[in-house]
């Protein structure tokens, strides 16, 4: 939290807030936040704010600027109309999520505000806010000493306004659908970030201040007709005057001063709250104020109690009381059991429309109306105690005291929810806590078997998953329960009941840093309490996942007179995980739970001995020893019959009979188990004989195994049936109860039939149990037992009815005429609702119900009587109709799916059909009596609608939405529109007319509660309906379709993929569904909305998600692409760039004398002559006569050209370099397409992410890889290999990958996820490779017909005229590495051709291709002898011919193609041809150079822009100054090109020619190291602007080309005072830093021999008294000291000692605020800043021309791209669009790319045009708005950076 603090530069200490709320959807007011600066340094406050319209701002007494970005607000995608780029939207959100962060409003505290200090404090006093609990004791003295500074406090005042909100505050008004509604307001948690949503604020719950409070409302909502006198006004208000509840304490209630019709309500909260913690509420509510309790302890102590009052709007006063009857109860119960209440008072309001059942805040929780219940209601009161008992519990813990980290909120929701539980054990009695315990454990152990997360995570930092939580509040209070119980075993402790007090008080009394709990400090509490460490236990169940399942057995062993149990432990959720090391790490399950677990054995004489089981292994056997002297049970001991005496006293009446005796059961005095006749009647069995004498013979009457209640585990244990009869008889705990009952109910046979059905009878035992065992009776309900235990249940529900006429009437053709309803007893109308539900689930063998139970259901509904009932029966009448919905449905499992195809539903028979007709009508009955007399929140209604579902989905009735589609309308209950939705989704609700209706819902209903559920059930809903077969897979017709092309192994792979997959495909291919044009036209709108609720808005996008497939998102695959770009295509030009790595290359390109010499010049040359062949085109003037080559001038070329049209698709496809070398084996061009393509395909699938670069061993935590795969293989190697031709086909090809993928399936386990991940790559291969296939042959098939093997040459030619400038700079790297495979293939393209005329014509044929590039450039060619003689470069398909040419050839070449040159520019070359030339050059170089020219060799030579080449190569390298490949730029193509540049030099007139920007990118050149060596670079096409960064510098023309000079690539970067500062400030706040602060003393810190040791000491101290002297220069001097701290504590301190720890956390905290400080982005001041510049600009009409990216048919400039390559074009919306992503590192990047937009502009338009005129207009307008921006923040910027590129940009601008 203090790092937030110092991150930001200030605190918050007070904040108050005014409102003027005028209840139609508007709210007026000002916030005035009192700030603590922490910083001198502070300049500009961020603060949250979003949906407010602020006004105006004020610092002080001044005026402020501001800049308020709601970047929800202003969502949008490239095309808001195309329903496809919903991924873009998606990321977009989560950007504006992000963004949010930061804070929404920036306000700049103006120059009249000073940060002045106001004197100092101790640092102590700010150290203990944040520090650990227990500081040590070096800590405390350094604290003591350390003063910080205080500085004085800053006012901001920020006036604002709401309207019509759609997050944190709910107007519920009326309207024509709602017309009672009573109009009221509220705060509300409809978004993590509600609170930012109503009030400009800190919206994070760890910031804490005091507030006050002012609202101002209408003093009534009422209106009158006529205006009245003052002295009228209060009595009409006083009916529904408006009342105004907030956090805090109500100080007073003025009227208006101005306006009498107005009050004004003041609150103030002096206890230190977040603003997550603060809600408020206003409406004309009905008061109750809850009295205090006369009896309660605090009053005898002398103690107030705290006010307690509750708020309902009008209409609802009857249910307030009886609905808070328990809330002063549950305040005393807490206080009196954990201290003292933390706030004055507490308030409960209750409000229409919350989203979620409670909202707790500071002193007032707002609770959903559904919770009110009457006086009239059962099942309701157990919910509504528990939730608002809950709600009071969180004042305590939860608001009072927060979670210290998200991975501490288990801690929190936990306490607060077991406190609770405390309290509902004290109001409804321990038999209700222990059986929910029970039933809360055993869903627990169902949930946790692997697929839930650790309740406590601590290396996770974000909030707990929503998907998750519900569990973790589930498990959490278990954990403590269990927690308890073993603290309590200590002896020494009474558990938490000690702890908790402690806890409490610590929060407030202060001891407690700023009330923060921490699952540490907790535990660390319970150890000193209780004295036992409970680490072991944390790491089982507070820090591990899963739960042990135990098998018990027992038996006797009569020698050694001992209990022999045997345990066994499994751990499912570690099982499960067993072959996923990743799984294991993530979800880190327990394999093993240890610990101690008590038996409790009754022994032969009725005593209960307790044993404890030390379970330390997975197995063990324990002998425990017995105790009773005899070794049996003796039925006919005197204490056997003075007990059933005492049973028999305790069953008439004696009370103290019953407590003495060990026994709950009093069935030994029920008349019907003594009359033989009634026993008879009920058909009572009893034991066997034999039953008896093995009872008699057993020395214990029953074994409970973990009798305390210590373990959440699944307990499984092997006794007798007697003995679980006599546990369940005579064990007084209702958990043994419910335990005995589960075993029992799983062997059924008459004498449990008979057991069950006594406990049912019996009303001493717990109304739950008897229940319980009511259900159980159903499993004796079979035709085996002859249907007794459906006997019984009849039996015990005619106690309920008339009896029959014939007391012997069978029961099962009885008709059951209900008496009137009697609910007083609560116990028996629970029993008689789960007598109900058991009836309905007795079923035949065939699954069905037997008809009598229908009739039987049937009869309870049209007989049911509750006129002199008490208490309502509308739960109850649901509960006869979901039973009656139950039994209809036949259990049988294909009702569905299999034969929904050929059947319409299950066979019925006439009976069925007249019973189900019957329900029915009695159903519908009850609705239409709900219409007329409506239950309590229409339950009836809900009811019917869910017995209709279930009947429609058992295909027993049509499944019709027209009677309940009324109900889904606005003007319904809530809940009943929610069910009549969810009928509505469970048909084909996706139809047009239906799919508008439920978007329209989505966007503009009234209630958020329908919104969001109408959203999330529209994604869920299809997955049901394809599960239950109403829309078909395409998986059967797929497999067909594949099998008849023949192609059977698809069928196999399709066969691979998840029923996910296949349900998806089906979706998006349904035309209902998919294609829906509904969700095409209206999901994206509604989507970008920025009114649309969070929830919506991701449900909708889920839903895109499903059903339409998102388009591929370019821009970012780019970005992210752009780095390693230069490494994949750039191999070859790397290669070229390593002069070392290039001896080979040079060889070849030099011929054998100039390579030799300097690596580096014939390097550079030979790539030259490696362009000029580029693959195909060496090839074509292979193809043309040696001697011809050489002389050809550019007319010849011309004729040669249209043939080389086939040859073109080469050159296409990649650079003529890049395709010849990677043909070097033989491979066909066609093959080669095919590969590159499959290869690009397959690295950007999403499952391709393993398989991307070669396995580390020590990065992928694979020490034993390399042991177990002999053959490594992975798509990168798979693309050198494809780039350099080292496959002679692509069958090699696929071999390869086949290899990859067999390696990942050898080395993976089956199921892991490597393992998944490769068969879905498999799969995707193979789908995607018989596609290829079958291309190929088509189109090796066409080639056979065509002669097209001659026209390569003559496409090579024509690429030359157009590009041979920038192609020869491209084509020298990707000559090289053609070299590299191939040596003779680099130099020998010339003799591609003809390999009989290898040495002289292939260079002509190389100088004929380069010739066409240079035409284009002019400039002039390399002096031979600074040029190698190239070696010939082999035709990629013929094997190379190696010759040499000597360098009279060469320099005749060179001059034949400054001849063609001047021709070609003459005459012009198509662009097409030549941009094909220039494509394949490019392709080899580095992608940025030269992607446009690509072929000429010579053309570098030739190339006087080749100042051009290494400007693109410095550019690339400022354009990228903050990436690793920044460094490597120069030594890509671009490199190479420019060692020939001496020849460039003469040739640097022409730079203009291209883009303009060679002329700039000479001068950058220069700065190039590589460069130094050579007078001027090679020349570079002019597409130097490749890389976006190098389009930034390229843009500057202006800069001389001295500027080389300035660049420092190595330079250090200089000193940021600021950041180190900062920094330091960071880490001293540390807990653990400060025995760092200072430098040691030996004597002091008791440490002699410290100078003997450590040579060069160095603290923070030191650090910052050289930071003031300004000892630093760097920032690296900088970090040496600070890691030298961190050194010196390691080298003098062992290992694992306290100071060394210290040093570890502190050194974290260093690396990570040290990598803030270096990276290179801009800062968030210069982000808006610029932002609000192309605002500016954007408004200007100058900028009209240059908004859009140009379009050139639309505007009729076909050639655009010609003049200006694509990846050179900007516009003011591009650069909006790179501003807004951070695409930028600098403000003089930005500039760079306006000044490239300009420069494109006046390059086509001409400077004398309007468009050139405009354009310097602009660009003087935009330099002036940068000037201050450059001058402020970029400068700084450059100077954090400390890198080369930026500075010399910045000298530049």
């Known amino acids: 939290m203090q790092r937030e603090h110092t991150r930001r530069g200030f605190t918050i200490s007070h904040q108050k807030v005014v409102l003027e709320i005028d209840f139609s959807g508007h709210i007026w007011g000002y916030t005035t936040i009192t700030l603590n600066p922490t910083s001198r340094d502070l300049k500009a406050i961020h603060l949250h704010a979003r949906q407010c319209v602020i006004h105006s701002v004020t610092v002080g007494p001044f005026q402020a600027d501001f800049v308020h970005h709601d970047p929800f607000a202003h969502l ?96 519920v008004l009326p309207s024509e659908h709602y017309p009672t509604r009573v109009p009221h307001v509220f705060t509300t948690p409809s978004s993590p970030d509600a609170s930012r949503c109503w009030v400009p604020c800190i919206d994070n719950l760890w910031e804490k201040c005091a507030w006050d409070f002012e609202f101002v409302v209408p003093r009534s909502l009422e209106q009158h007709d006529t205006a009245s006198d003052d002295e009228d006004e209060p009595v009409e208000g006083d009916d529904y005057p408006t009342v105004v509840v907030c956090s805090g304490e109500l100080i007073e209630q003025v009227a208006h001063p101005y306006n009498s019709s107005k009050t004004i309500f003041l609150f103030s909260q002096p206890v230190a709250t977040s603003v997550q913690h603060i809600a408020w509420a206003a409406g004309p509510f009905h008061v109750h104020t809850i009295p205090a309790d006369l009896s309660s302890a605090e009053d005898a102590s002398g103690t107030t109690q705290p006010l307690m009052d509750a708020f309902c709007l009008p209409g609802h006063e009857a249910y307030l009381t009886s609905t808070v009857s328990s809330m002063r109860s549950a305040m005393s119960f807490y206080v009196t059991e954990f201290g003292s209440y933390p706030f004055g008072s507490y308030k409960l309001v209750f409000v229409e429309e919350l989203p979620s059942q409670r909202y707790d805040a500071a002193t007032l929780s707002l609770v959903t109306v559904e919770m009110l219940h009457g006086e009239d209601a059962i099942d309701q009161v157990f919910e509504a105690r528990h939730s608002l008992s809950h709600a009071l519990a969180c004042q305590w813990i939860g608001v009072n005291i927060q979670q210290k980290m998200w991975s501490d909120t288990w801690l929190v929701n936990g306490l607060g929810l077991y406190i609770t539980g405390l309290f509902m054990r004290k109001m409804f009695g321990t038999n209700e806590y222990r059986y929910r315990l029970k039933k809360d454990m055993e869903r627990v152990i169902e949930q946790d078997n692997g697929s839930m997360p650790p309740i406590c995570q601590p290396q996770t930092l974000e909030p707990p998953d929503a998907a998750n939580l519900p569990f973790i509040n589930l498990k959490a209070p278990l954990v403590l329960h269990i927690l308890d119980r073993r603290l309590g075993k200590s002896g020494t402790s009474l558990g938490l009941s000690r702890v908790l007090p402690k806890l409490f008080l610590s929060a407030l009394t202060g001891d407690m840093p700023n009330n923060l709990l921490s699952t540490h400090a907790f535990l660390r509490m319970c150890r000193k309490v209780s004295g036992i460490d409970p680490r072991s236990f944390a790491e089982q169940w507070i820090y591990g996942s899963g739960c042990p399942t135990f098998g018990f057995s027992a038996s006797f062993n009569r020698k050694k007179m001992a209990v022999e149990i045997t345990m066994r432990q499994d751990a499912p959720a570690h099982k499960a995980h067993e072959t ?555 290669l070229p760039v390593k002069l070392p790595s290039k001896p080979p290359r040079a060889i070849k390109s030099g011929g054998p004398p100039s390579t030799p010499k300097t690596p580096l010049p014939p390097f550079t040359v030979p790539p030259k002559l490696k362009l000029v062949p580029s693959s195909s085109q060496a090839n074509v003037s292979g193809a043309r006569t040696p001697g011809h080559a050489t002389p050809i001038t550019r007319p010849e070329r011309r004729k040669e050209l249209p043939p080389p049209k086939v040859p073109s698709k080469a050159s296409e496809k990649k650079t003529g370099k890049a395709g010849h070398k990677a043909r070097a084996s033989g491979m066909s061009e066609n093959d080669l397409r095919a590969c590159r393509s499959a290869l690009k395909k397959v690295q950007t699938n999403k499952h391709a992410a393993l398989f991307l670069q070669p396995v580390d061993p020590v990065r992928d935590r694979a020490p034993n890889y390399f042991d177990v795969i002999k053959s490594p293989m992975d798509l990168s190697t798979m693309s050198a290999k494809l780039e350099s031709g080292q496959y002679k086909d692509r069958f090699a090809f696929e071999t390869d990958f086949r290899l990859m993928t067999n390696n990942a399936k050898t080395y993976n386990m089956p199921g892991s996820y490597a393992y998944n991940e490769t068969l879905a790559m498999e799969s995707f291969f193979d789908k995607l490779w018989v596609r290829i296939n079958k291309t190929v042959e088509a189109a090796n098939k066409a080639a056979q017909e065509k002669p097209a093997p001659p026209p390569p040459p003559t496409p090579s030619i024509k690429v030359p005229v157009q590009a041979s400038t920038p192609a020869s700079a491209k084509a020298s790297p990707a000559a090289t590495p053609a070299a590299t495979p191939n040596v003779p293939t680099i130099k020998l393209k010339i003799g591609g051709g003809a390999p009989v005329n290898g040495a002289t014509p292939s260079p002509s044929p190389a100088v004929g291709k380069h010739a066409p590039k240079p035409k284009a450039r002019k400039p002039k060619e390399p002096k031979l002898s600074e040029v190698p003689p190239p070696a010939p470069l082999p035709a990629p398909s013929r094997p190379p011919a190696f010759e040499d040419d000597g360098s009279l050839d060469l320099l005749e070449e060179v001059i034949a193609i400054e001849r063609e040159k001047n021709q070609e520019r003459k005459h012009g070359s198509s662009s097409g041809q030549r941009e094909r030339e220039r494509e394949k050059p490019v392709p080899l170089p580095s992608s940025d150079k030269s992607k446009d020219r690509v072929v000429p060799k010579l053309v570098i030579g030739k190339r006087k822009k080749d100042s051009v080449d290494p400007t693109e190569d410095e550019i690339l390298a400022l354009a990228t100054p903050a990436k690793k490949e920044r460094p490597s730029a120069p030594a890509p193509g671009p490199s190479t090109a420019p060692p020939p540049a001496p020849s460039v030099k003469h040739v640097e007139p022409v730079p203009p020619a291209r883009n303009g920007v060679s002329g700039h990118k000479s001068k950058e050149r220069l700065h190039k190291p590589s460069l130094a060596s050579v007078p001027e670079p090679a020349p570079t096409p002019r597409s130097s602007a490749k890389g976006k960064e190098k389009e930034k510098e390229a843009s500057r023309p202006t800069t001389p080309a001295n500027g080389k000079a300035k660049k420092v690539p190595a330079q250090a970067m200089p000193i940021n005072d600021k950041k180190c500062r900062d920094i330091l400030k960071t880490l001293s706040r540390l807990p653990e830093a400060p025995i760092f602060l200072q430098p040691v003393d030996p004597v002091r810190d008791g440490c002699p021999t410290y100078f003997e040791e450590i040579k060069e000491p160095m603290d923070f101290g030191t650090i910052t008294t050289k930071l003031n002297e300004n000892k630093y220069q760097t920032m690296d001097q900088f970090a040496r000291d600070v890691e030298l701290v961190f050194q010196n504590c390691r080298t003098f301190n062992p290992p694992t000692t306290y100071p060394v720890m210290c040093a570890d956390a502190v050194e974290r905290a260093w690396k990570k605020e040290w990598s803030k400080a270096m990276e290179r982005k801009l800062s968030y001041a210069e982000k808006r800043s610029l932002q609000g510049l192309m605002k500016t600009v954007f408004n200007d009409p100058l900028s009209w021309v240059f908004r859009e990216p140009v379009d050139p048919i639309a505007l009729g400039i076909p050639t655009y791209h010609d003049v200006i390559p694509k990846k050179d074009a900007r516009d003011l919306r591009t650069i909006q669009q790179k501003l807004n992503t951070d695409k930028y590192e600098s403000v003089e990047a930005f500039e760079a790319d306006l000044d490239l937009m300009i420069h494109n502009a006046i390059t086509f338009n001409g400077a004398d045009s309007e468009v050139g005129q405009v354009a310097v207009q602009l660009r003087a307008r935009y330099r002036d708005l940068l000037a201050p921006i450059r001058g402020t923040n970029g400068k700084r910027k450059g100077g954090e950076k400390g890198t080369p590129q930026p500075a010399k940009k910045v000298k530049l601008g």
């Open 76 to 171: 949008s995608v490239t095309n808001a109309q195309d329903v496809h780029n919903h991924p873009e939207l998606k990321r977009r959100v989560y950007s504006a999520l992000a963004e949010g962060d930061e804070g929404e409003l920036s306000i700049s505290i103006p120059r009249e505000v000073a940060v002045t200090p106001s004197g100092s404090r101790a640092q102590a006093g700010l150290m203990s806010e944040a520090a650990t609990p227990e500081p040590q004791t070096p800590g405390q003295a350094s604290q003591q000493s350390h003063s910080v500074t205080e500085y004085k406090q800053i006012e901001v005042t920020i006036t604002y306004s709401l309207k019509d909100p759609a997050d944190g505050v709910q107007f």
């Open 580 to 1134: 996923n090391e990743i799984a294991k790490l993530m979800m880190k399950p327990v394999p093993f739970f240890e610990g101690q677990m008590t038996i409790r054995i009754h022994e032969a004489d009725g005593t209960p001995y307790e044993h404890v089981l030390d379970i330390r292994s997975p197995f063990k056997r324990y002998e425990v020893p017995f105790n009773t002297k005899y070794k049996r049970v003796r039925r006919n001991t005197k204490r056997y019959l003075a007990r059933q005496a005492a049973a028999q006293a305790a069953a008439e009446g004696d009370a103290d009979a019953a407590a003495a005796m060990d026994m709950v059961d009093m069935g030994f005095g029920l008349e019907i188990w003594e009359n033989e006749q009634e026993r008879e009647n009920w058909k009572v069995a009893d034991w066997t004989e034999e039953d008896e004498q093995n009872m008699a013979g057993q020395t214990y009457e029953w074994i409970r195994i973990d009798a305390d209640f210590e373990w959440i585990a699944a307990i499984a244990f092997d006794q007798k049936d007697y003995m679980w009869v006599s546990q369940l008889q005579r064990d007084r705990d209702v958990v043994a109860q419910y335990e005995a009952i589960a075993v029992l109910s799983k062997s059924p046979n008459p004498i449990i039939a008979s057991t069950l059905t006594k406990t049912v009878l019996v009303t001493n035992y717990y109304y739950r149990i008897r229940c319980e065992a009511a259900g159980a009776l159903v499993s004796c309900a079979s035709q085996k037992l002859d249907w007794l235990g459906l006997f019984h249940l009849f039996k015990l529900f005619l106690r309920y009815c008339y009896d029959p006429e014939d007391p012997k009437a069978d029961l099962f053709s009885h008709t059951y005429v209900p008496r009137p309803n009697d609910f007083s007893d609560i116990a028996e109308y629970f029993v008689r609702k789960s007598i109900l539900r058991a009836i309905a689930s007795v079923r035949f063998d065939n699954g069905k119900t037997p008809p009598v139970i229908r009739q039987f259901l049937v009869d309870q509904l049209r007989y049911n009587d509750n006129t002199t009932n008490p208490y309502a029966d509308a739960l109850y009448i649901c509960t006869i109709i979901s039973a009656l919905g139950s039994a209809t449905v036949s259990k049988q499992p294909p009702e569905r799916g299999e034969f929904i195809s050929s059947e319409t539903g299950p066979v019925q028979d006439p009976q069925d059909t007249e019973l189900l007709k019957k329900a029915i009508s009695e159903v519908n009955r009850y609705r239409s009596m709900d219409r007329l007399i409506p239950t309590f929140h229409n339950v009836v209604t809900i009811a019917v609608i869910e017995f209709h579902m279930l009947l429609s989905l058992a295909s027993l009735i049509p499944h019709d939405p027209r009677p309940f589609f009324p109900l889904t309308r606005e003007g319904n209950y809530t809940q009943v529109r929610i069910a009549a939705f969810d009928y509505l989704f469970l048909g084909k609700w996706y139809v047009p007319k239906m799919m508008r209706y439920v978007l329209a819902v989505v966007t503009h209903d009234s209630s958020r509660i329908v919104r969001r559920h109408v959203a999330r059930s529209a994604c869920q809903s299809l997955a049901l309906l394809v599960t239950m077969g109403e829309m078909k897979t395409p998986k059967e017709a797929d497999s067909l379709l594949i099998e008849e092309d023949g192609n059977g192994g698809e069928k196999i792979k399709e066969n691979k993929k998840s029923e996910i997959d296949m349900m998806i495909k089906a979706l998006r291919k349904d035309r209902e569904v998919g294609k829906n044009e509904a969700i095409r036209e209206f999901l994206m709108p509604i989507a970008l909305a920025p009114e649309t609720d969070s929830e919506v808005r991701w449900c909708l996008l889920k839903l895109a998600d499903l059903l339409i497939r998102g388009a591929e998102e370019a821009p970012p695959k780019v970005t992210i692409h752009l780095p390693p770009t230069p490494v994949t295509e750039a191999p070859p030009p790397i």
